[in-house]
């Protein structure tokens, strides 16, 4: 029953329209009743970001910045709340970046993707949690991350050998926030190997 209830959910989103509830199910057949509902238009500042949580003055752009360089990092000044340079590999492309100023921090799950899978729902806390959850945020060049969009796996996927493990923060990310795949990136993810 919850398979079929995702899969007509995700049909019906389509149509602007939201499974609501499935009266009868008979011999294999379901009968749905479907309701408008309003998703609410994404904005992204609904989604505060890029929080200094621990307020050591780094941001959370900073900390995966310096959780993900190869080699130590190095601070603009010694206060060390921003990083100047360190190195990092761009997941999505192999290529290689020495300067903060090259890369974005891209959230695997996309923010208007999330928000538009069940994050809508959330309240303020809750989207800043996912917002600055550093298991779905990556160092990657600019050009790839704006390359990906709020584009799901089965419409962006990476160009390395990282695919793998990128399906797999996707389902883990998926289910930790309890997010309504739409369908094709479903069964991309189940199918791939």
């Not at 029953?1 to 007509?8: D, G, H, Q, R, W």
């Not at 190195?87 to 290529?95: E, I, V």
Request: proline share 4%; with cysteine; glycine share 6%.
């Amino acid at each position: 029953m919850t398979f079929l209830k995702k899969i007509l959910s995700i049909i019906s989103k389509g149509a602007g329209y939201f499974l609501l509830s499935v009266n009868t199910v008979f011999f294999n057949q379901s009968f749905v009743k479907a309701e408008p509902i309003d998703i609410p238009t994404y904005s992204r500042s609904e989604w505060a970001h890029w929080l200094d949580e621990d307020d050591d003055c780094q941001d959370t752009r900073q900390e995966v910045l310096i959780g993900q360089s190869l080699v130590p990092v190095v601070f603009e000044n010694d206060e060390e709340c921003r990083v100047l340079k360190g190195l990092w590999t761009d997941p999505y492309t192999g290529f290689i970046y020495i300067y903060p100023s090259d890369l974005d921090i891209d959230h695997i799950i996309p923010l208007a993707y999330a928000h538009v899978a069940g994050g809508y729902l959330w309240d303020d806390a809750e989207k800043a949690t996912f917002a600055n959850d550093q298991s779905n945020l990556l160092a990657v060049s600019r050009g790839s991350n704006r390359s990906k969009g709020s584009r799901g796996p089965s419409e962006f996927q990476p160009a390395t050998t990282f695919l793998n493990d990128y399906l797999n923060i996707w389902k883990k990310i998926s289910i930790i926030y309890d997010l309504n795949l739409v369908i094709e990136d479903e069964i991309f993810i189940k199918n791939f190997r």
